[in-house]
């Protein structure tokens, strides 16, 4: 995603996701926005760690669906498709795009 939005870009669209996925999930707070760097979640891994399976399953699916609709606003819905494919598996994908 990098060579298209750049890295700055990317974090960018981290950052923003959890912010917004916050309302929804406070104890995201705990993941300092500061350090995020693309392809470096330490921080992200840790909260989630720290939560039951079914509230970590659910906040991350929120975050995933977050920077997949600012992607989309960014960049469209058919590149951002062919972009998070191998992210969305199996009816997940069909009703993203649905969403969208």
């Known amino acids: 995603m990098a060579p298209i939005i750049g890295q700055r870009g990317v974090v960018a669209l981290c ?3 959890l912010y917004l996925t916050r309302a929804d999930y406070p104890w995201l707070a705990a ?11 330490t921080t992200l891994q840790t909260a989630l760690s720290q939560q039951t399976s079914a509230n970590a399953a659910a906040a991350n699916e929120a975050l995933l669906r977050t920077f997949c609709d600012l992607l989309t606003h960014l960049i469209g819905a058919s590149l951002t498709d062919r972009l998070l494919r191998s992210v969305w598996a199996g009816s997940s994908s069909d009703q993203v795009t649905q969403d969208i």
Do not use: H, Q, Y
Request: charge should be negative; avoid cysteine; proline fraction near 7%.
């Open 31 to 41: 993941v300092d926005e500061g350090e995020l760097k693309p392809d470096e979640f």
């Open 15 to 17: 950052k923003r996701s």
